[in-house]
Each structure stands twice: as structure tokens, then as C-alpha cells.
């Protein structure tokens, strides 16, 4: 895991910047699929419709603002990953691989989905996933949370099967003795 042994994650180290750009991208991506499917698409639930006081949850015109800042926030995630990617691809001697960057956009809305799921359904209580759905409230926020664990596990599976991202032979001697290739 350390930067020293010529990994990254257990990833090439070189691989790095293409991650982060893939995450940050997953993570605007992530919850523009959020926001557009189940916020506006199916409206099972807006940012501040479970909010304790009923007559925030209830007020549409501040859910709408709620939502609209929301999406201000993953709109701005997606710009920053798009401008970390073409900084990655022009100036880091990254992999050219477009399977590890679409595993890393996968992790990335996996990030979204647990750290969502967690802090503003568990923690805050702002809103739950399916809150009139068939079941309890927890159940579908429990598949959510689910749901962030396999993108994430998915994702970095993705990656690790892709040759670009596999530290090689080299990488290991650098990291045995430091060397680096001659």
C-alpha cells in the first residue's frame, strides 16, 4: 500500500492519477444517477423529505432548492474529475486504459452510494431511499448501502484484472532493492 514500494493500493503506482480522476468522476456520476432517477424519474424521495421538522420535509419549493444544490455538488464532482482525467492522460506517465478508468468510475459511485447512504440517511436522517416502498425504510436503505459495497469491491476488480494496473516483475525489483529500472 505504500508509495515507496512501488504500489498504489496494490496497483502500479504510475496508476494513480487515472484512479482518482476515475473516482471523482464516479462520485459526480454516482449521484447524478441519484438525483435524476430517484429524485426526479421515479420521486420516491427529495434531499430534506424525511428532515424531522414535517414542515421542512414537506415544503416542496426548499426539497427542489435541496435538490438543485445537490446536484450543483455532483455537477462540480464531475467537472473536477473530468479535469483531473485530462490532466492524468496529458501530463503523468499513466496506463492508457480505459478499463481501469471505468473501474475507477464504478468505485467511485460506490463511494457516493456508502458515503450518501451513510451520512444522509443514517446519520442525518435527511431522507431514505424508498420511504412509502413495500417493506421497512431500512431495507432499502441497507440495498443502497449494499449496493456502494459492490461498486466499490466490483470496481476495484476491474481494475486489478487489467495488466496496465498489475504492478510487473520491475515494479517488485524496485521495490526490493530500491533501484529502479536501469
Known sequence: MAERDGTWLGLRRDAKPLVIAGL?????????????VFHQILQIHNMLSSYPDSSIATD???NVMADGIFHLATYIFTIIGLVLF???W????????GRMLFGAVIMGWGVFNLVEGLVDHQ???LHHVWPAGPGPIILWDVVFLLWGVLFIVGGYLVIRTDSAAT????????????SGPE
Open 24 to 36: 471523482t468522476l464516479g462520485l459526480g456520476l454516482g449521484g447524478f444517477f441519484d438525483g435524476i
Open 60 to 62: 416542496l419549493e426548499l
Open 86 to 88: 485530462s490532466r492524468a
Open 90 to 97: 496529458r501530463f503523468h506517465p499513466v496506463p492508457k486504459s
Open 123 to 125: 446519520l442525518l436522517g
Open 167 to 178: 504492478p510487473t516483475a520491475t515494479d517488485e525489483a524496485v521495490a526490493a532493492d530500491g
